[in-house]
């Protein structure tokens, strides 16, 4: 900015060491009359006499310029002071004797105007300041002109009163300060006593924590023993069982055969009984064998590529028979072409024989229906029934061991089928869900990868 941009408010000149007392105390009632507030008045004053004692040192004084101009980089008015040396300023720099000088002021530096090297230095004045209008300025250039300027004695007492003020305001700091340490200390007394009982609540939770997982982990032990120890005994006692049930089926087959002695009307119906308690013990011995199995993990997949379609076929011709009655129908759907998948061929296919199976008993007219759909890379094959459904409270327990659905409809059977058959497509890699209504039939859809597990 140019040092002529506006007329001159006041201007002086600096050579003894009077002058800087004028300088200081002229600097202040042109502060306050362009509306800075007392502190930046002081501060304008102060740096004022500092500036001027070392011009006055350095460059034998200076004329001293007051000015009210625009501060372009913030859309302010600024109070700004040019002090043009006597003498050049070396190598045209000037450094401040007291660095603080420059945190006084807004502005401090050296600046070139029409040749001439001077210090300028600015402050801005407080946005609530009074707009003052061309007239008005012209008011305080005359009233600076006709006031008088006072003695070193008279800006000697305005300093101590200034230096008063200021220790005041110092002192008044120190109280507050004083008083936001000791407001501070309570407050961190009560973060770390609030601190501390958290340590120990946490401390405490994490040593219950701790001991929680202890007795979980033994708990588990002890449940993982128990199962393999149910899983040896089924195992042991089906393979026990399984030979002298087949004695007797063998023994009832012999008395029931023609080439031996005729037996009585009431002698081959109690025969067909025993051989029909023991075929049904055989099938309970069969599925406690295969559980047993299945839960130890001795079931290794024997993963090939499987075609659903002879699958199925299978399926249509070994279970049509067991429909319960004329008002069943199996249905078994051909599954869409290509229809083959990553599997163990034996293990699905007592998987769906045991679905489809479950559902003849179950469903007393309608259908029972055997499909397949593929959906990106897994196989939905579902069984569905028109039997009398499941309630959806019910539809977690059916996949329990030993757990048959009540109701009048209920018919024999050991409630193993469905546990196994869900174990057999984990094995696979796929699910088996559940979807039935009372009185709408069930659902049940096994869920496979495409490629395998």
Same mark, same amino acid.
């Given at each position: 900015?140019? +040092?002529?941009?506006?007329?001159?408010?006041l201007?002086?000149a600096?050579?003894?060491?009077?002058?800087?007392?004028?300088?200081?105390?002229?600097?202040r009632?042109v502060?306050?009359?362009v &509306?800075?507030?007392?502190?930046?008045?002081?501060?304008?004053a102060?740096?004022?006499?500092e500036?001027?004692?070392?011009?006055?040192?350095?460059?034998? &004084?200076a004329?001293?310029?007051?000015?009210?101009?625009?501060?372009?980089?913030?859309?302010?008015?600024?109070l700004?002071?040019?002090?043009?040396p006597v003498?050049?300023?070396?190598?045209?720099?000037?450094?401040?004797?007291?660095? #603080?000088?420059?945190?006084? +002021?807004?502005?401090?530096g %050296?600046?070139?105007?029409?040749?001439?090297?001077? %210090?300028?230095?600015?402050?801005?004045?407080?946005? #609530?300041?009074p707009?003052?209008?061309? !007239?008005?300025?012209?008011? /305080?250039?005359? =009233?600076?002109?006709?006031?008088?300027?006072g003695?070193?004695?008279?800006?000697?007492a305005?300093? @101590?009163?200034?230096?008063i003020?200021?220790?005041?305001e110092?002192?008044s700091q120190?109280d507050?300060?004083a %008083?936001?340490?000791?407001?501070?200390?309570?407050? @961190?007394?009560?973060v770390? #006593?609030?601190? @501390?009982q958290?340590? !120990?609540?946490? =401390? !405490?939770?994490?040593r &219950?924590? +701790?001991a929680?997982y202890?007795?979980?982990? =033994?708990?588990?032990?002890?449940?993982?023993?128990?199962?393999?120890s149910?899983?040896r005994?089924?195992?042991?006692?089906?393979?026990?069982?399984?030979?002298?049930?087949?004695? /007797?089926?063998g023994?009832?087959?012999?008395?029931?055969?023609?080439?031996?002695d005729?037996?009585?009307?009431e002698?081959?119906?109690?025969?067909?009984? /025993?051989?029909?308690?023991?075929?049904?013990?055989?099938?309970?011995v069969?599925?406690?064998?295969?559980?047993?199995?299945?839960?130890?993990?001795?079931i290794?997949?024997?993963?090939?590529?499987v075609?659903?379609r002879?699958?199925?076929?299978?399926?249509r011709?070994?279970?049509?028979?067991?429909?319960?009655?004329?008002?069943?129908?199996?249905?078994? =759907? !051909?599954?869409?072409?290509?229809?083959?998948?990553?599997?163990?061929?034996v293990?699905?296919g007592?998987?769906?024989? @045991?679905?489809?199976?479950n559902?003849?008993?179950?469903?007393?007219?309608?259908? %029972?229906?055997?499909r397949?759909?593929?959906?990106?890379d897994?196989?939905?094959?579902?069984?569905?029934? *028109?039997?009398?459904g499941?309630?959806?409270?019910?539809h977690?327990? /059916?996949?329990?061991?030993?757990?048959?659905?009540?109701?009048? *409809?209920?018919?024999g059977?050991t409630?193993?089928?469905?546990?196994?058959?869900r174990?057999? +497509?984990t094995?696979?890699?796929?699910?088996?869900?559940?979807a039935?209504?009372?009185?709408?039939?069930? *659902?049940?859809?096994?869920?496979?990868?495409?490629? &395998?597990?």
């Amino acid at each position: 900015m140019d +040092v002529s941009d506006s007329a001159p408010l006041l201007q002086l000149a600096l050579r003894v060491e009077h002058d800087i007392f004028l300088v200081r105390q002229r600097g202040r009632e042109v502060a306050a009359v362009v &509306g800075l507030e007392h502190q930046d008045q002081v501060r304008m004053a102060t740096a004022l006499s500092e500036v001027a004692r070392d011009l006055l040192r350095t460059s034998g &004084g200076a004329d001293v310029t007051f000015r009210l101009t625009d501060d372009a980089d913030v859309g302010r008015r600024q109070l700004r002071v040019d002090l043009a040396p006597v003498t050049p300023l070396p190598d045209g720099r000037y450094e401040p004797e007291s660095a #603080a000088v420059a945190r006084l +002021v807004d502005k401090l530096g %050296v600046v070139t105007g029409k040749g001439d090297t001077v %210090v300028m230095m600015s402050r801005r004045v407080p946005v #609530a300041a009074p707009t003052l209008t061309p !007239e008005r300025l012209a008011e /305080i250039r005359a =009233e600076l002109a006709r006031s008088a300027p006072g003695s070193a004695v008279d800006e000697l007492a305005a300093q @101590n009163q200034q230096l008063i003020a200021a220790l005041d305001e110092v002192r008044s700091q120190r109280d507050e300060l004083a %008083v936001l340490n000791d407001e501070l200390q309570e407050t @961190n007394r009560g973060v770390m #006593a609030l601190y @501390n009982q958290l340590t !120990e609540e946490l =401390e !405490e939770t994490n040593r &219950g924590v +701790v001991a929680l997982y202890a007795e979980l982990d =033994e708990k588990s032990a002890q449940l993982r023993a128990a199962s393999e120890s149910k899983s040896r005994f089924l195992a042991n006692v089906s393979h026990e069982l399984r030979a002298p049930v087949t004695a /007797i089926m063998g023994l009832g087959r012999l008395l029931a055969d023609s080439a031996s002695d005729p037996l009585t009307a009431e002698q081959a119906r109690q025969v067909g009984l /025993i051989r029909s308690s023991a075929a049904d013990l055989l099938a309970l011995v069969n599925e406690l064998l295969d559980l047993a199995k299945a839960e130890s993990g001795r079931i290794e997949p024997d993963w090939t590529e499987v075609d659903l379609r002879p699958v199925f076929g299978q399926l249509r011709g070994t279970l049509r028979a067991l429909a319960t009655g004329p008002d069943v129908a199996l249905v078994v =759907e !051909e599954p869409p072409t290509p229809a083959t998948l990553r599997t163990d061929e034996v293990l699905l296919g007592q998987v769906l024989r @045991n679905l489809l199976h479950n559902g003849l008993k179950f469903t007393q007219r309608g259908e %029972v229906r055997l499909r397949a759909r593929r959906e990106g890379d897994r196989w939905l094959l579902s069984v569905s029934d *028109t039997g009398p459904g499941i309630p959806e409270e019910l539809h977690g327990r /059916i996949f329990e061991e030993f757990y048959q659905v009540p109701g009048a *409809t209920r018919v024999g059977g050991t409630g193993l089928g469905l546990p196994y058959a869900r174990r057999l +497509v984990t094995l696979l890699g796929g699910t088996l869900e559940l979807a039935s209504e009372p009185g709408r039939g069930s *659902t049940f859809t096994v869920t496979l990868p495409v490629g &395998g597990a």
